[in-house]
């Protein structure tokens, strides 16, 4: 089964710093990757998404993401964030077998003025 | 389009009554999930539908669960007896193709507590 790990749980980073967060997934085949931001007390938006191509992924706000194929992984950027990006961070994984999203657990991102 | 529509947002309910969410998903989109997120368990599948049909129910925890798309634009997700275990947000998506690929859209979800 497809599982999504990010390992990051907690983040605190000062305004203006550089954000990476990790994610990693387990399955071998060919996988479409998504990034969801979730603000407190709102629902799910999606961020990005790699379904081919270039493995570097643009999406909103600011954000970006790289799909490296050899080490399973699809790791969110930003390169200076602001306190309005406090938020948690999902990564998904859809492979092409199945319909549905598995989401890893969470990252909860934190920026102080 | 007003996007996935959810209700209630909330709903506070004893524990052994019946609790019944609703969700309208986007028109056009042929898939419909359903997601429980708890601080424990992140978000997990519960089932998903296409076209209407039940394809994966397997993430249903229990016979308690169970759930609905008896057209193309409504989907009920229902809990009897509800316990205080089911506490949580329950989320609504749909899927369906935005421009060359396909998009998940979620809804603002239902926070259920069960006291």
């Known amino acids: 089964a497809q599982s999504v790990s990010q390992h990051n749980h907690h983040v605190i980073l000062s305004e203006a710093a550089s954000l990476e967060l990790g994610c990693n997934y387990s399955y071998g085949g060919t996988v479409n990757l998504f990034w969801y931001v979730q603000y407190p007390g709102q629902h799910l938006q999606l961020l990005l998404k790699?379904?081919?191509?270039?493995?570097l992924v643009k999406g909103i706000k600011g954000f970006e993401a790289e799909f490296i194929k050899s080490k399973f992984s699809f790791n969110l950027r930003k390169p200076s964030v602001q306190w309005s990006d406090t938020a948690e961070y999902f990564c998904?994984?859809?492979?092409?077998?199945?319909?549905?999203?598995?989401f890893g657990s969470g990252t909860r991102l934190q920026v102080q003025p | 389009d007003a996007g996935v529509i959810q209700s209630p947002r909330h709903e506070v309910t004893e524990m052994g009554q019946e609790v019944t969410l609703r969700c309208k998903p986007i028109?056009?989109?042929?898939?419909l999930f359903w997601y429980r997120q708890t601080m424990m368990r992140g978000l997990e599948l519960l089932i998903y539908?296409?076209?209407?049909?039940?394809?994966?129910d397997s993430g249903m925890p229990e016979d308690r669960f169970s759930a609905k798309m008896p057209n193309a634009s409504f989907s009920t997700l229902k809990i009897q007896p509800s316990e205080p275990r089911d506490s949580a947000v329950y989320f609504c998506?749909?899927?369906?193709?935005?421009?060359?690929?396909?998009?998940?859209?979620f809804g603002s979800g239902t926070r259920l507590t069960v006291v």
């Open positions: 028109s056009g989109h042929d898939y």
């Open positions: 539908f296409n076209n209407n049909v039940p394809i994966d």
């Open positions: 790699y379904f081919s191509g270039d493995p």
């Open positions: 998506a749909s899927r369906g193709f935005i421009g060359l690929n396909y998009g998940y859209t």
């Open positions: 998904a994984v859809l492979d092409t077998g199945r319909r549905a999203l598995t």
